[in-house]
């Protein structure tokens, strides 16, 4: 049973309510999450099946103009970091800082803030809902509400492998790996925009 952190269930919910996506599917996204969380108190965590939320974030160099992704060992494609929330999470953002910290082995991640720096109050980029089966192989699918952050890499940061990647690697904005998908390139996509202006 997991103990309920009402902290990040709030900021989550602040979160993705203070977030305006231009792109209509975004926005059915973001609403679909709130309605998640109001139904939801346990609604950031493992134990809310068939769905819950989680937190990732694509760690760029900006001055190198890179993107480290991990392979996957589960899904065996390459992809940004990130997981599930814990209830020692503060926030939402916390979340994805924490599990993009703890899989690229880097210190001194930045969250890109609203203002598109650092140090401010980190907010997602971008929605994902896709299926896992995150609660073992023999246990039904369930369904991951993403919520995905741009995490930036002091410049000519150097990677540490974790036990939870097959590897791990910086790839150029121009060079993604063949074995990614389509919403991983829409990511590095909007990180690459953003941090162009940072």
């Known amino acids: ?95 994805a800082l924490r599990e993009a910290t703890e899989e690229s082995g880097i210190a001194g991640l930045t969250l890109l803030s609203a203002d598109g720096a ?8 971008k929605l994902d809902r896709h299926q896992v089966r995150c609660t073992g192989k023999d246990r039904p699918e369930n369904t991951h509400l993403d919520v995905q952050y741009v995490a930036l890499a002091p410049a000519g940061s150097k990677e540490l492998i974790s036990e939870e990647s097959l590897d791990l690697r910086w790839f150029d904005f121009d060079a993604l790996p063949e074995l990614t998908d389509d919403s991983v390139r829409r990511l590095v996509g909007l990180a690459r925009e953003l941090v162009a202006t940072v």
């Open 1 to 95: 049973m997991t103990l309920l952190n009402t902290g990040l269930h709030t900021d989550a919910t602040s979160a993705l309510e203070s977030w305006a996506p231009t792109d209509p599917d975004q926005e059915q996204l973001r609403r679909d999450y709130l309605d998640h969380l109001t139904k939801h108190q346990d609604g950031l965590f493992k134990s809310c099946l068939p769905a819950h939320i989680t937190a990732s974030a694509a760690v760029v160099d900006p001055a190198a103009g890179r993107v480290l992704l991990t392979l996957h060992p589960k899904v065996g494609l390459w992809l940004q970091m990130g997981g599930h929330c814990e209830p020692g999470d503060a926030t939402l953002g916390a979340a």
């Open 118 to 125: 650092d140090g401010g109050r980190p907010v997602p980029v």
